[in-house]
């Protein structure tokens, strides 16, 4: 049985335009995927725009917002060293994985749209059935992307996201550069999202898989690995 392989990509971006505020990935969006890959044996890699250090939003750090699993993976100096030592994307670029992942973190907002190296990786996954995951502020990575056809990827998908909504609540209006949940639905996708603000929403569409929250991270990592297990 051949070794599962997942290219989970985060963000380079620690602090808003303003110079005043930290912003970075979102622990939870990356240590539930990562500890249910690891658990099952997979090769991980992570990767960032340029590589190097991860910078973590301290919000997500906090007790309110840091469950068990990833304050433990916080307070493991092994996990942590992996953070500080990530592969740029140019690294990366050509090989093919059985899945990439897009962790968020408000810092994706900045790094990933119009990175074409991100979107290249992405279309090429896609476009050989590869799983494209991504979750809250990650799907922002999949906005510009456009396949062989020339047709945006995400048109006529159902997708999902950090809502507008939640974008409010956690008082970040004006300072993201874009309304994620109206530029998905500009590019003609079928967003999607909870009922109730602030819980777990996954959306699957064929091998896209989005999440629209940190509340999501436990039911997205799920979701990916019974993929596989299908």
């Not at 990575?141 to 159902?158: H, R």
Request: with cysteine; hydrophobic share 35%; net charge negative.
């Amino acid at each position: 049985m051949k070794q599962m392989k997942i290219l989970m990509v985060v963000t380079g971006t620690g602090m808003f335009p303003d110079g005043k505020q930290e912003t970075g990935l979102w622990l939870s969006e990356l240590a539930h995927m990562y500890d249910s890959a690891k658990k099952r044996g997979y090769d991980i890699v992570i990767a960032s725009p340029r590589g190097g250090d991860t910078p973590v939003d301290p919000t997500s750090l906090k007790t309110m917002y840091m469950d068990k699993l990833s304050k433990e993976y916080w307070d493991d100096s092994e996990f942590r060293n992996v953070l500080r030592h990530t592969k740029s994307l140019d690294e990366v670029s050509g090989e093919l994985f059985d899945c990439i992942y897009l962790a968020g973190g408000h810092g994706a907002m900045f790094d990933f749209p119009d990175n074409t190296v991100l979107q290249t990786l992405i279309k090429d996954h896609y476009e050989n059935n590869k799983v494209v995951a991504a979750i809250c502020h990650g799907v922002c990575g999949l906005l510009n992307v456009k396949l062989s056809d020339g047709q945006y990827l995400v048109k006529d998908k159902k997708v999902t996201g950090f809502s507008w909504f939640e974008e409010g609540l956690a008082g970040k209006k004006k300072e993201v550069p874009f309304d994620l949940e109206s530029a998905l639905k500009e590019r003609r996708a079928d967003y999607k999202k909870a009922l109730i603000p602030m819980m777990p929403e996954v959306v699957t569409d064929g091998n896209l898989i989005t999440g629209q929250d940190p509340f999501s991270s436990e039911k997205m990592a799920e979701t990916v690995m019974n993929r596989f297990n299908q």
